[in-house]
């Protein structure tokens, strides 16, 4: 019957170029832009809007940034164009690098913020489990005692 | 008992709140606040796409009498859920050593069924047998959540048919196929009164009579009778309703897309430091953002995040490995958050 050899299919292979960098690439490059002063081109390689959108939303709202917006040239070529422009007491590229970190520190804060809440929802709701069997009639009584 | 979250989040007021109004193992409904819409809907995007899990990817079928083609049949069973847990020390195919694959980049599982009987058979997911080795007892076992232990229905056979094939199930994320994906679907959904005017919402006479009321609507203020528009609003409390398809209990879909996006980032930090040389982090064998990257040679650890880079930013995901039993899903709170008595495994 049919079999697929997995050794032989060269098919698999493109699946993932979307998204994992090939030989040499590198995943961020800066570019100077010419012609315009404290302005950078930041190209992000096998990435997408999840990106795109983040970075330059908050470039926008960071200290000394004058102008940050990304574009995607074409959406079946998955590489991001970051403009970044700023006042001159930064470069762009610090202006990037601080966003980033800033971006990770939410993201961290965001995930502790997510457990201590869910650890609460869980008391809470083991509380009222255990009040709604005390309550009723064959109610065993210190079940989930805590 | 009432449990109101305001109490606790004075200390970190700058930051996203999170604000959580139902946690089970099947879904998790939460309000993010105080933040960015792209920060809410690129952590959207990351649980979407992201995730690494497992599924079924290869298919070798040596006998196949049933009335469904190889080839329908293989991509049935590309999407029956695995259970994911473990899935960080699985490697990446595409990054492992061997030839094809191994028990360090896949999951072997069997499937051998005949219809013996003079009714017709039904093949079930339970009928999936992992074999050999495995890099735990849990990982790449079929997902089953009914009550009667079947799973989802793969194909039914005749009196005389039979099935008999071996399946390799690799780590993958949903941006290479939708099968990868941890979530059933991902509830996202901002200013429930249309105030900001993003939506525009078709109608015949009245869009108030005609479209209902999110059931978020309560939660905040309508709009007042003749209120002019603001034009300086932006959005600031977004709804979540993650649900999970099995793989992952939900809670830890979020948590991993949180740690995958932060890794995202971590990449980009190591790569714009090391290249301007400006005192940067050298990172040791970091390989960019991409998904391949980080758990590769950071050492297995079901903790996943810390790899090289526990960084100086973030201190990052203190409460990653929470919910999931594992090895001890205790988090700083103590208790686990799901009971080990769910109805997973
Ligand atoms: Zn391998």
Redesign the pocket.
Known sequence: MAAANYKHDNTVERSFELFVLQEGEKKITEKVVSGMSNCSDFLLLKEDHTLGNLLSAYLRMAPHVMFAAYKIGHPNVPEVLIRVQTDGSITPREAFLTTLKQLVALYGQLGREFQKELALRKYADQSENAAADAAGPSGTSGQNGI | MDYDPMIMDDAEALGPVVKISQADSVRVKWELSNTDISFANSLRRVMLAEIPTIAIDLVEIEENSSVLADEFIAHRLGLIPLNAEGIDSL?Y?RD???D???????VRLILHAKCTGDENMHVFARDLVPTGDRINQVLGTPIINDSEGLGPLILKLRPGQEIKLECIAKKGIAKEHAKWAPSAAIGFEYDPHNKLHHLDLWYESDPKAEWPPSEYAAWEEPPQEGEPFDYDAVPNRFYFNVETAGPLPPDVIISEGIKVLQQKLAGLIHELADEGGDGGVNGDGYNGGGPRSPEYGAGAGMDGFNGGYTTPFGGAAAGNQSAWGGAGGATAYGTTPYGAGSSWS
């Not at chain 2, 094809?100 to 896949?106: A, M, Q, T, V």
């Open positions: 490697l195919s492992c050593d061997c094809g694959c191994c028990e360090h980049c896949s």
